[in-house]
Each structure stands twice: as structure tokens, then as C-alpha cells.
């Protein structure tokens, strides 16, 4: 069975703080490991990686796959109270483009 | 807009009623999905649909049921509905296989008392 496992599940931080979120994944024939935001409704995507060791960025959040250790990370640096939210994780492993979730991190940056 | 458009928003079924959660995308896309997502939790796929007239089960099917009649709409029907059916649902398409480019809809929120 396909697993997506996300650490911490809760982050509570100051603004200006860096965080690291933790992905770890078991997935058949994986092909792809991708980030989202979810604030209150539908997640919004941030990141997918396909390859191992390239980093991808997106002003201060940048996330990056290890393919051998079969985990990825994804950073937020200079955090601000907007960076509230939860932060999924989801591997894709099937040609159908079904993804498999992780439980998520919930994000709180005070000021 | 373009997108994917769930409906209802939210809604409050008594235990052993039935609805149909209606999903509609006007984007061409041949793949959609429905997932539902439990307080504190991530998504969990219940059934998704390559093209019309083909569905397959997801990882959560059990109590519900789905059909693909056109491109464009892919239905969740809940038959008898349970406690454990309360959850936010949301509905997602891609254009094709492989992308995982997802198009989310905003959620149904379903309550079962």
C-alpha cells in the first residue's frame, strides 16, 4: 500500500523564522512528489519534483526530492503570518495521475 | 471561469439519507478524481474516472458510488449515508495522465447527523 508519511504534523513559529517541512514516501513505481498549500478550502499547488537533487524555488519556499532516501523537504525561509496554512505532501506512483497524501503540516506564523 | 465547479458548498444529510455531490469541469480534462479529506487529515482518493464511461475505485470507495456519463461531469452519489461520511469533498481533474496537474474544486462540506 502506497504511504506518505509528513513531519512535524504542527509548526508553531514567529515571523522572520525559517522552517523545514519533512516528506517521506513509499510509493509504487513513484514518478512524481509534489507540494501544496491549503488554506480553508482547495489546496493550492507550490512544487513537483521529478528528479533527485534539483532544487526548485519559488521566492522563499523551495522544496527538493532525495529519490534514494525517498524523502523530500520543503523550506520556508523569512516565514510571515500569510504562510499560515497546511502544507501537503502527495507522491504519484501509477499511470493514472492518482496521488497519494500525506496527513499534512499545519503551519502557524505569529507576528 | 474555466475550472472545476463543485456543488453544493455545504450541506447536512440525516443518517440513511441520500445525495448526489455534482462535479462539473468545463476545461476537456479526461481525468477527474473525487477525494475526501477527515479533520487534520490529508486527502484520501474514494474514486476517479480516466474518461467517460470508465471509473475505478480509489483507495476509500466503500458507500459510495460514481458514474461518468460525459466529459464533464463526474457525479459522487452517497446511498445511505453514515457518521463516519462526515468530511469535506473535493473534486479534482487533469488534462492527462502523468501531470498530476490538478484542477481542484472548492469543496462540498458534508455533515451526516
Known amino acids: 500500500e502506497d504511504k506518505v508519511v509528513q513531519s512535524p504534523l504542527s509548526l508553531v513559529v514567529h515571523e522572520g523564522d525559517t522552517v523545514t517541512l519533512n516528506c517521506s514516501y513509499e510509493v509504487t513505481n513513484f514518478r512524481s512528489l509534489l507540494w501544496y498549500k491549503q488554506e480553508k478550502k482547495a489546496p493550492t499547488f507550490l512544487f513537483m519534483l521529478t528528479s533527485s537533487g534539483i532544487e526548485k524555488k519559488s521566492g522563499r519556499l523551495s522544496s527538493i526530492l532525495d529519490k534514494k532516501e525517498l524523502f523530500s523537504i520543503l523550506n520556508i525561509t523569512a516565514t510571515q503570518t500569510g504562510d499560515s496554512a497546511v502544507y501537503l505532501c502527495?507522491?504519484?506512483?501509477?499511470?493514472?495521475?492518482?496521488?497519494?497524501f500525506g496527513q499534512g503540516t499545519i503551519l502557524t506564523v505569529h507576528p | 471561469n474555466a475550472g472545476v465547479t463543485q456543488t453544493p458548498k455545504f450541506r447536512i444529510l440525516k443518517i440513511g439519507q441520500s445525495m448526489t455531490l455534482q462535479c462539473t469541469q468545463d476545461?476537456?480534462?479526461?481525468?477527474m478524481y473525487w477525494y475526501r479529506q477527515d479533520p487534520g487529515m490529508g486527502l484520501k482518493l474514494i474514486y476517479y474516472s480516466v474518461g467517460a464511461g470508465i471509473t475505478d475505485k480509489g483507495e476509500v470507495p466503500n458507500g459510495y458510488n460514481v458514474s461518468r456519463s460525459t466529459t464533464e461531469d463526474f457525479p459522487l452519489r452517497l446511498e445511505l449515508a453514515a457518521p463516519s461520511q462526515t468530511s469535506v469533498y473535493f473534486c479534482a481533474s487533469e488534462t492527462r495522465t502523468g501531470d498530476y496537474g490538478y484542477t481542484f474544486g472548492s469543496g462540498t462540506r458534508l455533515t451526516v447527523v
Open positions: 476545461m476537456n480534462h479526461n481525468y
Open positions: 502527495a507522491a504519484g506512483g501509477t499511470s493514472y495521475g492518482k496521488l497519494t
